[in-house]
């Protein structure tokens, strides 16, 4: 022990005796061929390699991997419910992931030879599916994903619009990361059999055509029949002929039907959430043409799936100063509000496809909200795209005069 403390000698061979009780310098390596059956030895044993960059290997026979491999996730499950009383997470599960990994066998369902999907390429695998599906360019749909620390157990829900709608309940783990990608694992399995993902490569199937081979697929004359490309089906967009050629006109009776919104099933908390429905003016279509029944329309979204009515509720007679304050709303609404507008653009409503009217209405009345439209009008206008410049990793702002 002396000649090791001094560096004379860079080697020990010791019983269990050395992991307790006995001061040794820091070691860059640790071998232990006995089995570890105590969280004890677990904790003694690992604590000599306390060096910088230590190595600390586990001889086992292949045999007895899996059970011992289940031996050591237990260990470490315990040591990383009492490093999270601190707060902070240990790299070290990095190490159990790849033990893992050895242990639950990938999706691979055309052999070893074909494309296969792992636990440490799911969870990747099922952002990028999230990612492709149909939804607003200024929404980004995402899973849902929630643990229990109790029993390291994890419950994925994707978003609404994907045809796997339930909920996906993974087998429990020893950690929670690994409880993560044993649900997303689970998940892809499932897209598969629903056909979400493909044959060649087990990846999602666009949704969405490059324009630069838009132009190259061929629309048939019937617009009303979808058009099948491969895993591509083209519908050619048409507009409602009630919504064309109806921008509102003074003096003459114009139609308010109301935008009623329905929260069918939230993905997030109700309290948290903000609902278009409570609130003390809403919003409605002004038009100079009557807009047939329809039924109601499916809208998803990050909060939820909700169900929009289009509901008419007043006809009304304007004269041209109050649709000049109404037209002005409505470039509000998409120019500062939802942000469509772009500077090569110019608001002509009169050009436009789709030429009716957002307007706001109040709640208690359903009748025109013209405080509300006269405050928006006459906000101050907000520079946007004005910022201060970034310079390396910081803005720098100019002092006030």
Known sequence: MTSFREGRCNLIVATSVLEEGVDIPACNLILRFDLIKTYCEYVQAKGRARSR???????????????????????????????????????????????????????????????????LSSISLVNRYCGQLSSDPNVLLAPKLTTKKADKSCRLILPLNSPLREEIIADVMPTKRLAKRAVALKACIMLHKLKELDDVH???????????????????????????????????????????????????????????????KPCLDVNKLFLP???????????????????????????????????????????????EKLEKF????????????????????????????????????????????????NAPTVEWEKRPPFTGNKFSFEPKE
């Not at 132009?215 to 048409?238: F, M, W, Y």
């Not at 909060?303 to 009304?316: K, P, R, W």
């Open 202 to 264: 087990l990846f999602p199937i666009p949704r969405l055509i490059p324009e630069e081979e838009e132009e190259e697929l061929p629309i048939e004359d019937d617009a009303s029949v979808p058009q099948h490309h491969g895993n591509v089906t083209i519908c050619k967009r048409r507009f409602p002929a009630c919504l064309s050629n109806c921008r509102p006109i003074p003096r003459q009776p114009n139609f308010v039907y109301l935008i009623d919104f329905m929260l069918m």
């Open 53 to 119: 960059k230590a190595f600390y290997c586990l001889m086992v026979s292949q045999s007895e991997t899996e059970s011992y491999l289940k031996n050591l996730a237990q260990f470490h499950s315990i040591e990383q419910q009492l490093l999270a009383i601190g707060n902070f997470e240990d790299d070290r599960d990095s190490v159990i992931d790849n033990l893992f990994c050895e242990i639950i066998p990938p999706y691979a369902p055309y052999g070893e030879n074909g494309p296969r999907i792992t636990l």
């Open 330 to 377: 409505h470039q509000f609404i998409f120019q500062d509000v939802i942000f469509l507008w772009k500077r090569q653009l110019d608001f002509d409503l009169q050009a436009s496809d789709l030429q009716y009217l957002i307007v706001p209405l109040q709640s208690a009345t359903e009748k025109l909200d013209f405080v509300l439209v006269e405050k928006m009008i």
């Open 277 to 323: 429905f409570v609130v003390e003016t809403k919003l409605a279509i002004l038009t100079s043409q009557v807009i047939p029944a329809i039924c109601p329309l499916p809208l998803i979204t990050r909060a939820g799936e909700f169900q929009v009515n289009l509901c008419g509720v007043d006809s009304i007679i304007l004269d041209d100063s109050q649709l």
